[in-house]
């Protein structure tokens, strides 16, 4: 099984404890984790089949991908990731899957379940995301700023799409007020 590592000590201290967890029902890789409750971890052999420097390494892997993918039986093979650059590339999750990761996530399972950011987060989530907005007058004086669509959308009493398209576009005035996503400059 081909693994994408930078060093050869990150093999054995992250892949190899990888394998334990799998014996203990911890980890996702059902295929691997049968095999080794059916046949037993000592009946697998992990070993190193290429040291190579870290420029070279993801096309290294690719290498050993395809060469484990075309001559293997499909039963033999735990690495599902054909690709070692995009690891879901021509999977899809089922329905039943997506709900189940949904579930999963989701009420008291959630990590922000029971928390709130700060309005300073906020401020700097809106302007990382590139929607915070500036709302002048007619007299291109600051009348408020907003870490969001939304906010704005609120202070003008309209559709945040609204605020959106008309920031995109270039036309910015909505009832009097000129929209900027950034200061402006007089």
């Known amino acids: 099984m081909p693994g994408n590592r930078g060093y050869l000590c990150w093999l054995f201290r992250g892949f190899i404890p990888t394998v334990f967890l799998h014996i203990h029902d911890i980890n996702s890789n059902l ?3 049968n095999a080794i409750n059916h046949y037993g971890l000592n009946t697998f052999i992990f070993q190193v ?10 096309s290294r892997e690719q290498i050993w991908l395809d060469v484990l993918f075309s001559t293997l039986a499909p039963a033999l093979i735990y690495n599902f990731a054909r690709d070692c650059s995009a690891p879901m590339l021509g999977h899809k999750h089922t329905d039943e899957s997506k709900q189940a990761i ?5 009420g008291e399972n959630h990590p922000n379940f029971g928390k709130s950011h700060s309005d300073e987060t906020k401020i700097a989530i809106g302007m990382a995301n ?11 004086v ?11 959308a609120a202070f003008l009493g309209v559709h945040p799409t609204n605020v959106s398209r008309r920031i995109d576009t270039g036309r910015r005035n909505i009832k009097g007020f000129l929209m900027s996503s950034t200061p402006l400059c007089f």
Not at 49 to 55: D, F, P, S, V, Y
Not at 102 to 106: A, D, G, L, R
Not at 142 to 148: A, K, P, Q, T
Request: glycine share 4%.
């Open 31 to 33: 295929h691997l984790q």
């Open 102 to 106: 949904s579930k999963s996530i989701s």
């Open 142 to 152: 600051l009348v408020g700023s907003f870490y969001s669509y939304a906010r704005a």
């Open 130 to 140: 590139g929607k915070f907005v500036y709302v002048y007058d007619e007299n291109n």
């Open 49 to 58: 089949i290429e040291l190579c420097e870290r420029a070279v390494l993801v």
